[in-house]
């Protein structure tokens, strides 16, 4: 009897094994199936295939003279040196020789009994285009005229404001940042007018004149005008991300990113007081040296990992069938912590990972024999979706952990909401649709900016904020940015003004079209 009753518990025992290996063995097809599906998932392809309302649009037939004209224009905007230098300081000359510049190359879109124009705090400009159908709600199209200074001394390879022509590339400051996107808007809405269009979809346009210094006195004061009249806006499109093509290690072919959040920002002060003294008699420890080690302590413990826990997951997605191993890269299965490890390797996918610590100034001492009083550190860190500014703060001082060490936040915002990518999201789907009609072969994809824009003053009017232009990053570009040699393409600027020419047109529809289906079931 005891040998049917162990023989009975073995046979129970095998079952209950096989049981649990067939479940294990199901999950893992499953999870393979699911993990194959995304990875070969091309999330284009919906949004193509979907019916769209007929929108008619313009065909943008320019001759040889017009183009020649419309880059003489171009460089022009180029040549005005529209430089801020800090919040309180810019050149108010140029900004206002850029101001009767632009009546002078856009006479259209001056005169027309469609567009309303107001000058704001001095310098800035505000459009209001009127649209046909007032049931549709309108849009901001935004851009900035004031760009960062630039010195020939710091090894451009043309003077900096001259706009000089080579090898087919425009150079100068602003080429990119953002000359390019707003002489691209208004020379689109030119021609438009041109060609006797009047849209359906109202839209506004803002040029702020501070951008680079944070735009308290040009967006701040539009976005203001804006809310005081009731204004909801469909959504923002402004400047921020591009399309990159060898720029991400692993990714097969270009990508255009549309940014739909920033980094939040800090500029923290760190500082540290001792009793003065002659370098003869030095004490234990120094004012700079407090400082020193407690700076040495944030760089030596970065702020935690968190990818995945915001909005750049939703890149790695939409790119993962473009996406092959390599070095920088780990093959698509893989673990979270070992992608972690991946990407920190890089200072600008590292950016992606974590709340970003640098230490951009540090001041302390005033004669080589003398031990100063006092010392201080500027940390600027750039904040990750999934934290807030007060969470930086805490980490910061649990991290110093020294009570000799002042530490003062200067100025800080927390990060910008998520702007929906999903296919009911009008903004996203009009700037994905334009792009893919002029790059068919380009992979759209939802991406996060690591720098601000004048777009977070306008959060009050729309949760709807995307970040892109057309711009084409190849490997080095990057790098031009508010750097040295800024250039972009003669052929890319043509192809900014058709992106606007196009994107305008395609917003008069009422709503975007119900998509085929790109996800998968499991």
């Known amino acids: 009897a005891s040998g049917r009753g162990s023989g009975t518990k073995l046979s129970i ?44 649009n313009i065909s943008l037939a320019i001759d040889h003279r017009q183009r020649e004209q419309q880059m003489e224009k171009f460089k022009e905007a180029i040549r005005i040196p529209t430089v801020s230098f800090s919040e309180n300081e810019n050149n108010g000359t140029a900004l ?45 199209l935004l851009a900035h005229l004031d760009v960062v200074p630039a010195s020939e001394s710091d090894g451009w390879d043309a003077p900096p404001f001259s706009a000089k022509e080579i090898d087919g590339f425009i150079y100068g400051r ?26 359906r979809r109202g839209f506004y346009i803002a040029l702020g004149h501070d951008e680079e210094a944070r735009g308290g006195k040009g967006a701040v004061n539009i976005a203001r005008l804006l809310k005081e009249r009731g204004v909801q806006l469909s959504f923002i499109l402004d400047e921020g991300l591009a399309i990159v093509d060898g720029v991400i290690s692993g990714l097969q ?24 003294g002659h370098s003869s008699m030095p004490p234990r420890e120094t004012s700079i040296g407090i400082l020193a080690a407690a700076i040495n302590r944030l760089e030596e413990n970065p702020m935690p990992r968190l990818f995945g826990y915001g909005p750049e997951r939703q890149i790695f997605e939409h790119l993962a069938h473009k996406v ?6 780990p093959p698509p299965i893989t673990t979270l912590t070992l992608c972690f490890r991946v990407l920190e390797r890089k200072p600008d996918t590292n950016a992606f990972v974590r709340t970003t610590t640098a230490v951009t100034m540090f001041n302390g001492g005033i004669k080589e024999n003398i031990i100063p009083a006092y010392a201080e550190a500027f940390v600027n860190l750039r904040i990750h979706s999934a934290q807030t500014l007060q969470e930086v703060l805490d980490l910061i001082h649990s991290t110093v952990a020294d009570q000799r060490v002042k530490i003062e936040l200067i100025h800080g915002f927390d990060p910008l909401p998520v702007s929906s990518a999903d296919e009911r999201a009008f903004g996203f789907q009009i700037v994905k649709k334009t792009v893919l009609e002029m790059f068919p072969t380009v992979t759209v994809a939802p991406g996060v900016c690591i720098g601000n824009t004048d777009s977070r003053h306008f959060s009050d009017l729309t949760r709807n904020i995307y970040r892109f232009a057309p711009i084409w990053f ?49």
């Open 13 to 56: 025992a095998r079952l209950l094994k096989i049981i649990i290996i067939n479940l294990l063995t199901i999950t893992l097809v499953l999870f393979t199936v699911a993990l194959i599906r995304t990875l070969s998932l091309d999330r284009n392809v919906g949004l193509q295939l979907a019916r769209w309302e007929k929108t008619r």
């Open 96 to 140: 206002r020789e850029f101001g009767s510049f632009l009546r002078k190359a856009f006479p259209t879109v001056f005169s027309s009994k469609l567009v309303h124009h107001q000058l704001v705090a001095n310098y800035s400009h505000l459009f209001w285009v009127q649209g046909s159908q007032p049931d549709l709600v309108p849009y901001l």
């Open 174 to 199: 602003g080429t990119i940042d953002d000359k390019g996107a707003l002489m691209g808007i208004l020379q689109a809405l030119e021609y438009l007018l041109m060609k006797g269009y009047a849209p």
């Open 253 to 276: 072919g270009p990508a255009a990113l549309i940014g739909i959040s920033e980094k939040g920002w800090a500029t923290v002060k760190l500082s540290a007081t001792m009793a003065p």
């Open 324 to 329: 092959r191993p390599t070095r920088y890269f």
């Open 474 to 522: 190849k490997p080095g570009d990057p790098q031009r940015f508010h750097g040295i040699n800024e250039r972009i393409s003669k052929k890319n600027y043509e192809e900014l003004v058709e992106f606007y020419f196009s994107l305008i047109q395609n917003c008069d529809i009422k709503n975007v079209p119900e998509a085929h289906s790109s996800g998968h079931e499991l």
